[in-house]
């Protein structure tokens, strides 16, 4: 998926996470950001933020829904984009269980691949 197309997909699934895309956007000088970035700096603090609400009123499955999805592709710059710029630096969130537990089983094994690597 070409880095513009990631970007448009995560703010139009997620609409809560506009402002903190075009904040990033800004700070490029109105250029587009690539996906690293974005999914690194606006998509990954929303995820640990998500984690530490009450279940019933997270925003978790969703955003573990759209993870899957994009584990699913065959496209590697995608799949680099979910493995580095968001499983790898939640790594050491604090609520892994409840993290790992919402994943989808392409995104569990992207995980698990990961943390292996990890030791």
Same mark, same amino acid.
């Given at each position: 998926?070409k880095?513009?197309v990631?970007? #448009? /997909?995560?703010?139009?699934?997620?609409? =809560?996470?506009? &402002? !903190?895309?075009?904040?990033?956007?800004?700070?490029? !000088?109105?250029?587009? +950001?690539?996906p690293?970035?974005?999914? !690194?700096?606006?998509?990954? @603090?929303?995820? #640990?933020?998500?984690?530490?609400?009450? +279940?019933?009123?997270?925003?978790? /499955? +969703? =955003?573990m829904e759209?993870?899957?999805?994009?584990?699913?592709?065959?496209?590697? &710059?995608t799949? &680099?984009?979910?493995?580095?710029?968001v499983?790898?630096?939640?790594? &050491? =969130?604090?609520h892994? @269980? #409840?993290?790992?537990? /919402?994943?989808?089983? #392409?995104?569990?094994?992207?995980?698990?691949?990961? =943390?292996?690597?990890?030791?």
């Amino acid at each position: 998926m070409k880095p513009e197309v990631l970007n #448009r /997909a995560l703010v139009r699934r997620f609409p =809560v996470l506009v &402002d !903190g895309y075009l904040e990033v956007k800004r700070l490029w !000088g109105g250029e587009e +950001p690539g996906p690293h970035v974005v999914f !690194g700096d606006v998509l990954v @603090p929303f995820i #640990r933020t998500a984690l530490t609400q009450e +279940p019933s009123a997270s925003e978790l /499955a +969703p =955003v573990m829904e759209f993870l899957e999805e994009l584990s699913s592709t065959a496209d590697s &710059d995608t799949l &680099d984009v979910v493995v580095t710029s968001v499983l790898e630096p939640l790594l &050491d =969130v604090a609520h892994r @269980p #409840r993290f790992e537990e /919402a994943m989808g089983p #392409r995104t569990r094994g992207l995980w698990g691949r990961l =943390v292996a690597d990890m030791g």
